[in-house]
DNA sequence: GGGTGAGGTGTACGGCGTACACCTTCGATA
DNA sequence: TATCGAAGGTGTACGCCGTACACCTCACCC
């Protein structure tokens, strides 16, 4: 409709007529981005993303092979968000800082996780955080094999997150009801309620109603960091642990 | 077609004509863990799990309430399988065995881990499993705090998996393509490179090629467990390091 | 001025989960 | 024994999904 003279000649060509904001890679995986942000990632279908562009579903497949393609793309942009640590830091601090910026980066983007563990290639930008990661272990003295398996023990924590698997169920609103509840799953699960309900003093009334995801995750995060760098001062090697 | 007096009165009641086995939820959570051994998940679709069964697909509905409902059955057949380890034991030893056998469990189900992961609320039988994980944290003499923090540590590593984000990409098949990606990645990624080719000596030519999983996840699980025991001894209470 | 290729469109196909109305069967009850 | 109601199974249909394929348009270049 209202394509005016305006839009013309936005460049350093200085010959381009554009009707719209042209379609491009960039563009495509920014937008999907922002979806799934927004909406969540069950939203991002090709035809909720196309729309979202004001273009035919069928245009996207100009800029992406598939909507795998595109999920790889997703993630290239969340990790080129993580920033590089500070130089000259002890190996573990350096670890410890870098995770700790993805994990913001991934914490922007709670659809992240879950797009992560779903992928079978790791695309280029992918690699070249772990290879950093790995260079930090290296440059700090540790052993190729000790770092090869720290790294398999940092697991999907080097993204900056934790699985949480069977994430807490919400109590039901009504109290009678919850109260019921209280009394059945104390029963049934003494111990979970008695690590659920340390600690979180303000709702003591659920499993694990008010758990800290920073605190469990840096705790995580140092409990491995630290035991790797006791096997690396002790100078371990897999040889003498492998069939024991 | 050929429904026979054969199959009748096959029970204890004695008056009931079968044409084919009844359905029943428990038959139907078996058939669909089955079909997701041998086809993988991908296939299991409410349709090809009624077409395993004979039976059309709006039949499954009256046996599971919807497809997240069966996916949850499922995993509690597979919670099911896990042991619990011989009593008397250290806590240490008694929470790896029991890991280890939850980690049996799960490489029978290839599937399984995905799907734990994409749960939103634990089926009754999988509280049972943290509950007594939790105990056995709590009888060894551990405090609550510290029991409530070892039990996020671990994470999906409590179900006996590690989720591999972005799992090793295969090798090209031809040698010539493969040793010119080898020098591209060499180059592009010298630290990969150096941790991938230790230790995997048959196969020293691409990423990671033969990593021991099993070794892996008990190398993990050890450095959790040693941490925390050492906090224990310790005395270690999260007070002290919340904010530090 | 005609050809070319990149980018966008429209249609259609086969799959999915599942709502809903329906039919059959069978045990319990009047 | 007749009736009824519930439990279990069926068939159809809807609205999603990813995407193959043929097509159109139009800026650009020889």
Chains 1, 2 share one sequence.
Not at 41 to 64: C, F, T, W
Not at 119 to 147: C, H, K, W
Not at 165 to 182: I, L, S, Y
Not at 186 to 215: K, M
Request: with cysteine.
């Amino acid at each position: 409709m209202s394509r005016s003279r305006n839009e013309t000649s936005n460049g350093a060509g200085g010959t381009a007529v554009l009707r719209r904001a042209p379609l491009s890679r960039e563009r495509v995986l920014r937008a999907a981005v922002v979806l799934a942000d927004e909406a969540g990632i069950d939203s991002l279908s090709m035809r909720n993303l196309a729309q979202e562009l004001g273009v035919a579903p069928m245009a996207l497949y100009k800029h992406v092979a598939n909507k795998e393609e595109l999920l790889d793309g997703m993630v290239s942009v969340v990790v080129a968000e993580i920033d590089p640590p500070a130089t000259g830091r002890d190996w573990k601090c350096g670890v410890r800082e870098m995770v700790l910026s993805a994990r913001r980066a991934l914490l922007r983007h709670p659809w992240a996780p879950q797009v992560i563990e779903s992928r079978t290639q790791a695309p280029p930008i992918v690699l070249d955080y772990m290879n950093s990661l790995i260079g930090m272990f290296l440059e700090g003295g540790l052993s190729a094999d000790l770092t090869h398996h720290a790294m398999h023990a940092l697991g999907s924590r080097m993204w900056g997150f934790t699985q949480e698997v069977f994430p807490t169920p919400a109590p039901p609103a009504d109290p009678d009801a919850q109260a019921v509840m209280f009394r059945e799953v104390a029963q049934r699960y003494p111990h979970i309620v008695t690590i659920a309900t340390i600690g979180s003093h303000d709702e003591g009334t659920a499993p694990g109603g008010g758990c800290d995801d920073q605190f469990e995750f840096e705790f995580a995060l140092d409990v491995l960091l630290d035991g790797v760098e006791r096997l690396h001062q002790k100078g371990w090697t897999s040889a003498g642990r492998k069939h024991s």
